[in-house]
């Protein structure tokens, strides 16, 4: 097995509610024993989530900062990938809103998705042939006293998008204008959308909808609550794409009571296996999952071996998990036991600021 090219996102300048003590986004190689070594990077102001277009030659990244270009929001970035991994920036569009921290693409690479947290609104954009993003097309404002959208998720269909809503306790469903790169059709101003395009689901007080994921068969959706410290899963209909609630369980184990929040999940490959992040407990649960009925049996917990595991991802061959422990400034790989899901430290880590974000090239 050959060397693999992983992207890493960083907090570079902070915000309001994080230290800053990266550069911008790392190209980092992945050994065939999980040793991971840096090959390049380029700055960027608060790249702290990133999404490939399906083409896999375009890198996105969203800029978590509140200021762009004089206007009050932040920004989503564009670079072109070279073939030793290397970036180049195409290009920058604003999102409207303040503090975006998640961007995704849809499968046909058309359209791409901004959640902005601070702002608690979703922006979304066409996507060109190089791949550089045109201007938003679409805006969605979440209402509410404090809504703080935090990721978007397309179904494996491809028709209808998913927004976690942290802060209005929701999970938002669109039926996007793929065609348009728009999240739902706007008027010219991007100020007003009809109701009749995007429904809410609302969720347990105090859980907080963080990030999702989708069985890849799209008959399950399965939220982490960030608050909640739970897990979700919800039945998908096939005809709208309505969401029901099938099952809550928690992230942490029996009888834990510190502080705690869940950040990222995570589905294998082959579907057998959901994995989910606590930054606090500083632990991957591993659940294994029902093939028929889509239920999760508790496998057990690893130690993240760092502080505040954000984010993490397969590597593209799926030997190896990587975790951004954010707090810790360190980056660690774990062999994935495919049979049993258990996660066994490599022993290997490499050590950059204000990790938030692993995507494998």
């Keep these: 097995m050959s060397d693999e090219l992983i992207f890493l996102g960083t907090y570079s300048v902070g915000n309001v509610y994080h230290k800053g003590a990266g550069v911008g986004v790392h190209v980092i190689s992945l050994s065939p024993d999980g040793a991971l070594h840096e090959v390049s990077s380029i ?11 399906p083409n896999r030659k375009v890198l996105y990244a ?8 004089g206007a009050r929001g932040g920004s989503v970035s564009a670079y072109s990938i ?37 702002g608690g609104s979703v922006a979304s954009y066409p996507v060109g042939p190089d791949g550089a993003l045109g201007a938003p097309a679409g805006f969605s404002q979440h209402p509410g006293s404090a809504p703080h959208a935090h990721s978007v998720v397309m179904d494996p269909a491809n028709r209808f998008a998913y927004a976690c809503d942290l802060g209005d306790e929701s999970i938002w469903i669109y039926k996007p204008d793929l065609d348009r790169g728009s999240i739902f059709p706007m008027d010219a101003d991007l100020a007003k959308a009809s109701s009749d395009d995007a429904r809410s689901v609302s969720v347990q007080a ?46 942490l184990p029996e009888g834990y009571a510190e502080t705690s929040y869940a950040s990222d999940v995570k589905l294998s490959a082959d579907g057998r296996f959901l994995y989910g992040a ?24 690893e130690p993240c071996g760092g502080s505040w595991p954000r984010h993490f991802s397969f590597s593209r061959s799926g030997a190896f998990l990587l975790i951004a422990n954010q707090k810790e400034n360190l980056v660690k790989t774990f062999r994935v036991n495919r049979d049993t899901g258990l996660l066994t430290p490599t022993g290997h880590a490499i050590s ?10």
């Design 352 to 361: 950059l600021g204000s990790p938030t974000v692993v995507l494998p090239y």
């Design 82 to 118: 070279a073939a030793d991994g290397r970036l180049a920036l195409l290009g920058e569009q604003p999102t409207i809103g303040t503090g975006p921290c998640h961007v995704s693409l849809d499968a046909s690479g058309r359209t791409a998705f901004v959640a902005n947290y601070g």
């Design 278 to 301: 606590n930054r606090g407990h500083n632990s991957i649960v591993i659940f294994s999952v029902d093939q028929s009925s889509g239920r999760l049996t508790l496998v057990g917990h």
């Design 43 to 53: 700055a960027s102001a608060n790249p702290t989530f990133l999404a490939l277009h």
């Design 206 to 251: 105090g859980s907080g909808p963080r990030h999702a994921a989708f069985s890849s068969d799209g008959r399950w959706l399965y939220v982490i609550n960030e608050h909640g410290n739970t897990l979700m899963q919800f039945a998908v209909d096939p005809t709208d794409g309505g969401l029901s609630l099938v099952d809550t369980v928690s992230t």
């Design 62 to 69: 969203v800029n978590e900062i509140e200021e762009f270009r």
